[in-house]
């Protein structure tokens, strides 16, 4: 099958348009089935007589073609080898020729298969780069410089480890060196061009790119070729620091030029610098905190100068938490120069804050919170003064107090014109009150004592929760400051706070009445030491069904799907809302159902928010959960049309979701019996394309488990047992999927009867030895003992251990020995769950009982091992986990949309016990160990006094006196 090019880019072409784009996107995924499309896409990229956008349009498909398609679970490559050596070999080359916005696609398919296959696998992909570095080309260097740093970029979240240092090392000796060669010639080359706009900005846009290389290179230690040349490279960084350019001026004041890209770049850089090489770089800081004073002093409060100011500002608060570089600010009279000429220009609300306040509110919001406004000035300022506040407490203290108290004066003197003092001496006053960062669960937990935060807020903050005519960024400081302080105010005061929160819900202010949901969220979040919640139940059920029709209200004022969808802050508090309501929640079914149904059909046609689409579904998993036992119809018969609906549509992102909410439906019906729309599932379920897409199969894999106690008969009826089992395959025969695999396989023997599955067994013990022998990981072999114990304890159903034994060698002869003594044995002792141990424990104490071969065939060591081994497990007997229906909490800031799964932990459960019946585990063992001995004549006490030392046959011997 060929790949026509004509064809390919006509659907490319087709995909742009909305009318077309579904079924062109359909056609075009058809199309990748054949060998050389990924080839053909790059050919696309190339041809400049194609349409700009067509080609962009390619860049695109290849990049997300690359993510799907590149390696499997396990890391093998999918396409065919010479198209991975030719793909590897033409994209840099490409890359360099092509525009920026392609080049943008093309790096970051190039990042997709570094992460796989760089270097062991790309070990030409360094020397190709370097190769084609060039002294004066700056369109040719910025395409080098950009896959290598989408490359290296990726090393510095990443652990200490010999493979990391050796990729390091590998890179650091065929490319540090080009790379400060590259620097000189760029520093000369901006020299020269000083007169042609044009190309004085390619350059620097090669400058920007080799800082952030440098950056990207010294994340784990500095490369030994940069501590050489440390004196050239301080020079160079504090060059552009200083470095004017009028043709570089932007004329737009909110977005930041090619200056301020690569101040920024070089401030990262003396973080780093700072925080991890003081001893060597320690001597070259004086002239950079003199300039960074002199920068942060001069530069204007225009937008584009936000991210020099904000990197600045960290930059000093790196050597403020130095204390012999803090030294040269403890003093008076300089603390009061720096709150008066950097914090406060820095802290204070500009006009351009109080734009996007108004014009852009979700905007604001996600600059302001905290943790997503790294680059804002105001959050930099703030970090700068508490870092300042923690080396010299009280003497911060002091300086900051006389002007929060000279702003709050001036804003007395005229409140309807003077409200901004008042926000900055509330803003100065957060930042020397709290100390250390505030955390996502309980805000700020430790505060300064020199201050009291509980007197400031009823003096001063309060007031503009009661105040009608409060300026509305008055109003949000006033709940943000409850919001950070909520771990800090008692349970009375909360609840006296909380009812004037759920008012402000009502504001017509967009950003008033989101941070009034984000703090009742985080309000019924809060519990005390006994983890009991602040704000009692009882106190939010009367309140509950308006609370939840104004939020209803509020998300869906605007139908469109991308405004439905635009404020997660709003779903998340209906979300906290329903999990502290749990089984009250029925009263108000109807109400919530209905609107999250609407929801749902209105953000499956165009899914757009990550984070809203997580809690939408957490919000409806909180519904089935604890509506659902007592109005299981009414919620199946709603809910599962508009499931089927997403699961037939476009949004595949949602898939994973609803098949774990279809998985929970299953779980809470209380007739224990499988509806006929689940009954209509099972087909469908085990259609092996399902099981193709990565995110699907933690959670189809759930729903299968859910459904198998019920839908047995039936898939043994309909002949579909085989079809289970070539999941299963399919699954164990990766390691990413391996426990996934062994979840099934244990639901299908503890719920198929021995009958149905006598033939397939040679088949599934093989397929386990197999991945023992070929491909074992430590999870593998854990869950292939909790595996055999689970079959040796189900006597009852015709297994155990002799049955296990004669299955074993069908496959291999005496092959159980080996894995019994060699890795059955071993490994239970490492079995950490008390169900799991609990299982081993049953097993091996049937093993024991009633075993035939651990009489005849393995009499000599063999019942003696599995003694000893049950004794150790008795040395701690498995309790049953203490009964816990906390929902955890989740954070979301790094969802996206893909193929990655997403836990709903409305869905999970604690894990069921699968042997109830026995509570007591050690006086379990004695009774059927005293049964057994009796049903055979007194073999057991026998093999007790035979094979067992001293120290052994008194620890049975006691286990069995009960």
Not at 351 to 374: M, N, V, Y
Not at 681 to 704: E, H, M, S
Not at 763 to 787: A, D, G, P, Y
């Amino acid at each position: 099958m060929s790949v026509d090019l004509q064809q390919v880019a006509g659907l490319l072409n087709a995909s742009l348009d909305p009318a077309q784009s579904r079924q062109a996107e359909q056609s075009l995924r058809q199309e990748e089935l054949k060998p050389n499309f990924s080839l053909v896409l790059l050919q696309i990229v190339a041809s400049e007589g194609v349409p700009a956008t067509t080609r962009l349009a390619s860049a695109l498909f290849f990049k997300n073609f690359i993510k799907r398609s590149w390696v499997d679970e396990d890391g093998a490559h999918k396409l065919n080898a010479d198209v991975v050596t030719m793909i590897k070999s033409e994209l840099i080359g490409l890359m360099v020729k092509v525009p920026a916005n392609i080049q943008a696609q093309l790096g970051d398919a190039i990042s997709i298969i570094a992460d796989s296959d760089f270097w062991q696998r790309w070990d030409t992909l360094v020397d190709d780069l370097v190769s084609r570095l060039t002294p004066d080309n700056a369109v040719v260097n910025n395409g080098v410089l950009q896959v290598a740093h989408s490359i290296f970029k990726r090393w510095e979240p990443l652990y200490r480890s010999d493979e990391l240092y050796e990729e390091i090392n590998h890179v650091l000796g065929k490319f540090a060196t080009p790379l400060l060669q590259l620097w000189e010639s760029t520093d000369r080359m901006i020299t020269q061009s000083q007169s042609d706009p044009k190309l004085l900005r390619a350059h620097f846009t090669t400058l920007e790119l080799i800082i952030k290389l440098v950056y990207d290179l010294s994340t784990h230690d500095m490369p030994p070729q940069f501590e050489e040349q440390l004196g050239a490279v301080a020079t160079l960084l504090h060059k552009y620091l200083t470095y004017e350019s009028a043709v570089l001026k932007t004329e737009d004041d909110d977005e930041a030029g090619p200056l301020e890209l690569v101040r920024a770049s070089v401030f990262r850089v003396l973080v780093l610098y700072t925080r991890k090489y003081d001893e060597e770089f320690k001597e070259k800081l004086s002239q950079f905190i003199e300039t960074s004073w002199n920068l942060l002093t001069a530069l204007g409060p225009e937008a584009r100068n936000d991210i020099v100011v904000s990197r600045a500002l960290e930059f000093l608060t790196t050597i403020a938490g130095i204390r012999q570089h803090a030294e040269m600010f403890n003093n008076a009279e300089v603390l009061g120069q720096i709150t008066e000429r950097v914090v406060i220009p820095n802290l204070s609300l500009r006009e351009s804050d109080i734009e996007t306040f108004e014009d852009e509110p979700i905007e604001f919001i996600r600059r302001d919170l905290e943790g997503s406004d790294e680059d804002t000035r105001r959050r930099a300022a703030t970090n700068f003064l508490s870092k300042l506040m923690e080396q010299f407490e009280k003497l911060v203290t002091d300086v900051v107090t006389r002007y929060v108290n000279h702003y709050l004066a001036e804003y007395t003197k005229d409140k309807a014109n003077k409200w901004k003092e008042k926000d900055t001496a509330v803003h100065l006053f957060t930042a020397i009150a709290a100390k250390g960062a505030a955390t996502a669960a309980k805000g700020v937990v430790s505060i300064n004592h020199n201050v009291s935060v509980i007197e400031f807020f009823e003096t001063h903050v309060a007031e503009d929760l009661v105040n009608n005519d409060a300026h509305p960024l008055l109003k949000v400081d006033a709940i943000k400051y409850l919001y950070l302080y909520r771990s800090i105010l008692s349970a009375p005061q909360w609840q006296a706070a909380f009812p004037l929160l759920v008012q402000h819900l009502n504001n017509d202010n967009y950003v008033v009445y989101t941070y009034a949901a984000i703090a009742v969220d985080r309000a019924l979040y809060l519990t005390d030491y006994q983890r009991q919640p602040i704000i009692p139940r009882d106190s939010v059920v009367p309140l509950s069904k308006d609370l939840l029709q104004h939020l209803f209200k509020l998300i869906t004022r605007d139908t469109k799907p991308e405004k439905v969808q635009e404020n997660e802050f709003l779903i998340k508090c209906v979300m906290r809302v329903l999990i502290v309501l749990r089984e009250d929640l029925v009263a108000i079914s109807d109400l919530v159902l209905a609107n999250l149904v609407n929801i749902t059909r209105v953000i499956r046609h165009n899914p757009s928010n990550p984070g809203f689409c997580y809690y939408h579904f957490e919000s409806l998993g909180a519904l089935i959960r604890f509506a659902g036992p007592k109005q299981f119809d009414k919620i199946e018969s709603s809910l599962f049309p508009a499931f089927m609906e997403i699961l037939g549509g476009p949004a595949e992102e949602f898939a994973p979701y609803v098949f774990q909410l279809q998985a929970l439906i299953v779980t809470i019906n209380p007739t224990n019996t499988l509806s006929s729309s689940f009954q209509q599932l099972i087909g469908p379920l085990l259609t092996l394309a399902l099981w193709d897409q990565k995110g699907n199969v933690p959670a189809v894999t759930r729903l299968l488990v859910n459904m198998l106690p019920l839908a047995a008969p039936s898939i043994i009826a309909l002949n579909q047992t085989e079809a289970v089992l070539v999941i299963f395959q399919k699954l164990v025969s990766s390691k990413a999927y391996e426990s996934h695999a062994m979840d099934l396989i244990e639901a299908i023997v503890t719920n198929f009867p021995a009958p149905a599955l006598e033939q397939y067994w040679p088949s599934i013990i093989n397929l386990m030895f197999s991945r023992l022998s070929n491909s074992k990981t430590e999870n593998f072999t854990t869950r292939f003992v909790k595996f055999y114990h689970l079959v040796s304890a189900h006597t009852e159903k015709g297994l155990g251990a002799d049955f296990f034994i004669r299955v074993a060698d069908n496959v291999q002869q005496n092959s159980f020995t080996k894995v019994y003594t060699g890795i059955i044995l071993p490994d239970t002792q490492k079995l950490s769950r008390p169900f799991d141990r609990k299982t081993a424990c049953i097993s091996l104490t049937r093993t024991l009982a009633d075993s035939q071969a651990f009489v005849e065939r393995y009499a000599k060591r063999g019942w003696t091992f599995t003694c000893e081994a049950l004794l150790k497990l008795l040395i701690n007997p498995p309790l049953p986990p203490t009964a816990d229906d906390t929902i955890d909490e989740r954070d979301v800031d790094t969802l996206g949309f893909g193929a990655a799964f997403t836990q709903l932990n409305t869905c999970k459960f604690p894990p069921r016990d699968p042997w109830p019946q026995v509570q007591d585990v050690k006086a379990w063992v004695g009774q059927t160990l005293r049964e057994a001995d009796t049903r055979h004549s007194g073999r057991i006490g026998q093999f007790v006094s035979e094979k067992l030392d001293d120290q052994g046959r008194a620890a049975l011997q006691q286990v069995m006196q009960g």
